[in-house]
T-cell receptor, first 116, second 112 residues
Framework: DSGVTQTPKHLITATGQRVTLRCSPR?????VYWYQQSLDQGLQFLIQ???????AKGNILERFSAQQFPDLHSELNLSSLELGDSALYFC???????????????FGPGTRLLVL | DQQVKQNSPSLSVQEGRISILNCDYT??????FLWYKKYPAEGPTFLIS?????DKNEDGRFTVFLNKSAKHLSLHIVPSQPGDSAVYFC???????????FGEGTQLTVNP
């Protein structure tokens, strides 16, 4: 158990819908990262928040957005869903803002999203 | 543009033997490398890491070797155990960066 929790574990929805994925980081970690794992793209970095502020942005679609709340939990919002958004979405957390090799990222169990 | 590549999708070894998983990268600005292990229905679990200023790091049965000139790293597991059967991901971080760039993963199967 990494200490990172994600809900829900599974989500089935229809095209065009909107969903929210939730992540709680390990106790004491200030950074939250979101990654997407799809069959054809592997594990891809989406976005990072550090202490409530966006820190780094990767291959995140405009239909997707995220935020980190004062209690440090984070939500990833996916809207106007398409079939291709079906994937595993992982959250990870680390102690600091990144940029130092020692800041290992610890991953949650993931949310499996299926868009029908 | 796949900057981190694991060219072997799968590897099968006998229990007690050595497992060697390989990873190549193209971006010379990567300065920290990690290996993660992933079981089905779980998130990636951190295994071992190495800084670009080193060429070897060891932790128990796991050793990572880095060859910067060849832009190649490898993970050695000795001795391999059936519980090591999982997907292994190689990942890299850019200098002063925070995002992990992952390889495609290698499915390791250790046969009893």
């Amino acid at each position: 158990d990494s200490g990172v929790t994600q809900t829900p574990k599974h989500l089935i929805t229809a095209t065009g819908q909107r969903v929210t994925l939730r992540c709680s980081p390990r106790s004491g970690d200030l950074s939250v990262y979101w990654y997407q794992q799809s069959l054809d793209q592997g594990l891809q970095f989406l976005i990072q928040y550090y202490n409530g502020e966006e820190r780094a942005k990767g291959n995140i679609l405009e239909r997707f957005s995220a935020q980190q709340f004062p209690d440090l939990h984070s939500e990833l919002n996916l809207s106007s869903l398409e079939l291709g958004d079906s994937a595993l979405y992982f959250c990870a957390s680390s102690v600091g803002p990144g940029g130092r090799a020692e800041e290992t990222q610890y991953f949650g169990p993931g949310t499996r999203l299926l868009v029908l | 543009d796949q900057q981190v590549k694991q060219n072997s999708p799968s590897l099968s070894v006998q229990e007690g033997r050595i497992s060697i998983l390989n990873c190549d990268y193209t971006n010379s600005m990567f300065d920290y490398f990690l290996w993660y292990k992933k079981y089905p229905a779980e998130g990636p679990t951190f295994l071992i890491s190495i800084s670009s200023i080193k060429d070897k790091n060891e932790d128990g049965r796991f050793t990572v070797f880095l060859n910067k000139s060849a832009k190649h790293l490898s993970l050695h597991i000795v001795p391999s155990q059936p519980g090591d059967s999982a997907v292994y991901f190689c990942a890299a971080i850019l200098t002063s960066g925070s995002r992990l760039t992952f390889g495609e993963g290698t499915q390791l199967t250790v046969n009893p």
